[in-house]
């Protein structure tokens, strides 16, 4: 019978020995790639990939990641090229054409339209040699030492290469071009992450009556009432100043009463977790959710920027935020 699972690890062994090929193959023609880039986003021009079949699938994948992370991109079947769609590709843009072959015809037919109006052409290809090679300005050789199919035929490890280049090169260009999250924010308003970058702390806590909060000196008891009072399945136990001093919650409720304690009797300042984590009300969400991964806790005391109690941030608020 055949081990399928030790089969997957041969083909995906196989896959790895293409990515590690195709890291020690680069070499001056990728920092080439990158400085034309740069220079066709200064003149106000784009990325237009182009490619065939499985180069073009790719290709499409690349040019989104390029657009996500500040590189304007767009993709062109080179086919419909011919019939009208070439006007996407504009003078100053750069084409980045994927071919494994470098010897699909559709492509070779597009590049004379591109060299009429001097545009720059990018090659990414396994054939440094290849007609589509010889006829481009910067070549990224993605050649790889054999294909993870069985039959050596079907594009498996090539196209692995290509899509490494291409998130290579599109992180290369966010960090040349000083990309910032609040940058990847704007672009994304939609998803979590966007959201989680664009929100402030003091956009997602809870504050003022929804924040239980007793002194040191309160027992164990009203410290139960504070958090009753507010919802909460925590408390804040601050000075007199508003300044934060340590956190008891409903975990440390149920832990301690497994080995004798008194609610009634006991001051919160025996049972509470002295030093918690907090966060600044002024910081982005997605600290919050980095903070609530870190440390593995469902509670986040919030400060201002003077260190005195601000609100709190439930995890269990994040689903209505969409952060989650």
Known sequence: MTDYVARARAIIDIEIEGLQALRDGLNGEFERAVQTILATLERGGKVVVTGLGKSLHIG????????????PAVTLHPAEALHGDVGILQPGDVLLALSYTGASDE?????????????????MTGDSESPLAVNSDVILTVAVPREACPLNI????????????????????LEARGFTREDYA???????????????????????????????EATVQDALFAMTAARSGSVVIVDADGGVQGIFTDGDLRRHLTVGMNPAGQTIA???TPQPVTLCETQLAIDALAHFREHQIDDLIVVNTAGRLAGMVDIQDLPKFKMI
């Not at 079907?154 to 260009?173: E, F, I, K, N, Y």
């Open 154 to 173: 079907s594009p498996t490890s090539s196209t692995t290469a290509m899509l490494a280049m291409g998130d290579a090169l599109a992180m290369v260009l």
């Open 60 to 71: 499409q994948k690349i040019a989104a990641t390029l657009t996500s992370t500040g590189t």
């Open 107 to 123: 492509l070779l037919n597009l590049l004379p339209l591109i060299k009429d109006d001097e545009g720059v052409v990018i090659a």
């Open 186 to 216: 704007k672009l994304h308003p939609g998803g979590a992450i966007g959201r989680a970058l664009l929100l402030r702390i003091k956009d997602i806590m809870r504050a003022d009556t929804r924040v239980a909060r007793v002194t040191a």
């Open 270 to 272: 025996e049972v509470m």
